[in-house]
């Protein structure tokens, strides 16, 4: 059969509550928006995970953290779990990563053919929390408030280098794919690492957002002690008593990230402009998606490591010439992006499902009723034992060893304000997601589990920096005498190859 090209454009850190049908109106992204316009989009999606290694080796899985054991932002992607990279290839296409994933360990592929650049973050232990030294804070890797007091403008920044990189690699991609450089159909994946922290953009993109009305979080920030156990652990992990927070500082903040969401437009309309002027619209599949969230000041939490709605919920649209674009109002899961890709481009799904914790979303965009619920993990930086949560229906419910259970329902509480585990109401209600966790998780094996692997990682870490170092870091390969005019080719081969369309 002739098979449909994907291509995945990835962001991170996108509060999807900025999504509840396409980029909500105040944001300046008309390429998104045209986007949604003919997507399918998934009104209440959930990442794997809220921090971006465990969401990303989720995503890419489709199973929970605690099969994958990329636990945290410094634990080890197996080379053996199969991606949807591995999959799609295996069925003949050829896959190639532009950006960031935050692979871990040796493999820094996990089923890409290709990689156009590096990552931007260490693919080492470096980063490995120990919860064997509850409250510890590691300065010099930990995230801090600092982000938010020194929000603003700049014309160039770490992030803003890498994804200016990031895109431009992408449409040389693009540009390849168009002249009949592959054979085979291609799943590329744009991912960007925008408009995650810090709160920093440029002054064409900051100046959209000066009269905007959404400055300042619905949800103002709480005292202290009248936070959960585990957004106060949130706050401490943030070194938050270390920063004087004033309204500018929000203000300033939530624009830049809101700028930065213009940036990624732009670049996302780059990309889509390539991918027209190749004729490969019509026969590729487009999905939009992050790896999680940010509280952007909701309650006074910011960046992500909560389950709250900010945090957890992620924008997600598919556009494919075979299904009608629509909201969905179901919650599902980034898990269910790997089942789904398969799924649409025709792979046997009888391989594809023992091997993932997702499901395809292709029934539910026509039409049919899903009843599993999204299954959520957390065991990273500020947590001192795993969380756990479920999405079903209106519910959300959250339960972590260490903490009273919370039960919100999102429709009549959509700022998750009222915990309603304990209310007599809804006591039924709250017995049966405690049964489900339950049922769903051995929750002492997860936190063995999750200790066992930090101390080996802190053994293994410390081992290897110590005398000569070889790092895992992904060392893009350019081949410089294959590229434009060298003397093995043919000038004339080279033009006309080179040109698309082709030359009169």
Known sequence: MDRKNILILMVDQLNGTLFPDGPAD?????????????????????????????????????????????????????????????HLRRAGFTTCLSGKMHFVGPDQMHGFEERLTTDIYPADFGWTPDYRKPGERIDWWYHNMGSVTGAGVAEISNQMEYDDDVAFQAIRKIHDYGRGKYDRPFCLTVSFTHPHDPYVARQQYWDLYEDCEHLLPDVPAMDYEDHDPHSKRIFDANDWRNFNITEEDIRRSRRAYFANISYLDDKIGEILHALDAMDLTDDTTILFVSDHGDMLGERGLWFKMTFFEGSSRVPLMIADKDLTPAKITTPVSTLDVLPTACDLVGIDMSEIMPWTDGESLVALASGTARSTPVRMEYAAEASYAPLVGIREGEWKYIHCELDPPQLFNLATDPQELTNLADDPDYADVSARFAQAVRTGWNMAAYDAEVRQSQARRWIVYEALRNGAYFPWDYQPLQKASERYMRNHMDLNDVEENQRYPRGE
């Open 26 to 86: 105040f944001l300046h992204a008309p390429n998104l928006k045209k986007l949604a316009e003919r997507s399918v989009r998934f009104e209440n999606t959930y990442t794997a995970s809220p921090l971006c290694a465990p969401g990303r080796a989720s995503f890419m899985s489709g199973q929970l953290p605690r099969r994958t054991g990329v636990y945290d932002n410094a634990a080890e992607f197996a080379s053996d779990i199969p991606t949807y990279a591995h």
